[in-house]
């Protein structure tokens, strides 16, 4: 079965086609980062314009790049929620219609489920069980997967996703969205253990998390760099034309502060979830599992927790929103028996995932 698998979640027209047995055949990606950066954010009606004027052109393009003809798609699946209504509206209406032309069945995916499960599209698959560690711009959970539809959240964050962490804290330093790759890039060249910033929660005693504070934290040093350089003391966010002319280095070390405390506070919990489990292995999704440290930190402390232990992230690619995640979670929703045939469509911008678990 070929399922074509369509996301407009946020600011990424994701378009792929999923084929059981052969794998991803095709896919397409249009981020609308740039047309958001000059923002500060995305603009939700902005995000649902360009998905109307790059969805049908993506589909297109897969489908070439597949060389297959749409009849030659079996089935539709698009992202149903969580996300921007404006933005889930596109994708819901186009599957739907598409799927109305062709008399093909259609499925409304998680769009978590979707980042979840988009690990198992890699060579060498996690079996169930495992610790699912889901981090993106809007959600940081901790879940005990057991297969397809088994989900039990064990924690999750009380305020801030680390990925908004992430994008207020680059936001107050001056630099562009989305904050996680550009905080990143700076905390390369700046020094460890030069600033301290709080790590929230780390020593609560349970698997929750919160990452408002820090960008207070962050602000704070923000504001004090700015008198100390001698600008006048500025209530509310700092001028991010100002932050230019902040010290390079006092950057680059906050920055690297900013990472440090989130990936620390991930990876306490994400270790401390495999004991309270008893689980061996951690697979960790969403756009902040593309982040490097935190990827390398996972991989020492998780090779070294004992024999078993492993941690397994998606491609690169698949780390952030795309089409391939939601095409490949439909085609297992699909061969279960679920989705049917076109009918009122039906969007959940606020969705929790436990929702769809049979668990
Ligand atoms: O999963 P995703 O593409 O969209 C949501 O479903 O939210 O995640 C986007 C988030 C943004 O907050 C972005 O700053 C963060 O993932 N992100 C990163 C990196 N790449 C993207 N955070 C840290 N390091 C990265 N390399
Ligand atoms: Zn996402």
């Known amino acids: 079965m070929r399922v074509l698998g369509i996301e407009t979640s946020c600011d990424e027209t994701g378009v792929a086609l999923y084929e059981h047995g052969k794998g991803l055949l095709a896919q397409a990606l249009h981020s609308q980062v740039a047309m958001h950066a000059r923002y500060g954010g995305v603009v939700p009606e902005l995000a649902s314009r360009d998905h109307i004027r790059r ?3 993506l589909i297109g393009q897969v489908l070439d790049e597949a060389r297959l003809d749409r009849f030659d798609v079996d089935a539709i699946a698009y992202t149903a929620g969580p996300g921007l209504a404006g933005a889930l509206l596109v994708g819901a209406a186009t599957a739907t219609a598409i799927a109305y032309g062709l008399g093909r069945p259609v499925i409304g ?8 499960l988009s690990p198992l599209l890699a060579e060498d698959p996690p079996p169930f069980p495992f610790v699912s560690l ?7 959970q901790l879940l005990e997967v057991r297969g397809i539809g088994q989900y039990r959240l064990l ?23 989305p904050g996680g790759p550009a905080i990143g890039a700076l905390a390369e060249r700046g020094s460890p253990g030069a600033i301290e910033l709080p790590r929230p929660m780390l020593r609560s005693g349970n698997l929750d998390f919160s990452f408002s504070g820090l960008k207070t934290a962050v602000l704070t ?14 209530a509310g966010t700092p001028d991010p034309e100002r932050l230019d002319a902040l010290d390079p280095h006092f950057r680059a070390d906050l920055a690297r502060a900013v990472q440090d ?15 309270q489990t008893g689980l061996h292995r951690l697979v960790v999704a969403g756009g902040v599992s593309a982040n490097r440290v935190l990827r390398e930190r996972l991989f020492e402390r998780i090779g070294a927790a004992g024999a078993g232990h492993r941690v397994y992230f998606p491609a690169p690619a698949l780390c952030t929103d795309n089409g391939a995640m ?3 979670a439909g085609a297992l929703r699909l061969a279960r028996g679920e989705g049917g045939p076109p009918g009122n469509f039906d969007i959940r911008p606020r969705w929790p995932l436990p929702e769809i678990s049979a668990a």
């Not at 924690?155 to 969205?177: I, P």
């Not at 405390?261 to 004991?275: G, P, Q, T, Y």
């Open 155 to 177: 924690g999750e964050t009380l305020d801030d996703a680390a990925g908004e962490a992430f994008d207020k804290s680059a936001k107050l330093l001056g630099l562009g969205y």
């Open 134 to 140: 889901l981090v993106s711009g809007g959600h940081t």
């Open 221 to 234: 040093r923000v504001r004090k760099a700015m008198r100390d350089g001698g600008f006048a003391h500025e």
């Open 55 to 57: 969805l049908l052109p």
């Open 326 to 328: 939601i095409a490949f």
């Open 261 to 275: 405390a989130i990936v620390d506070v991930l990876v306490s919990k994400s270790v401390a979830a495999l004991e």
């Open 109 to 116: 995916v998680h769009h978590l489920e979707g980042h979840l």
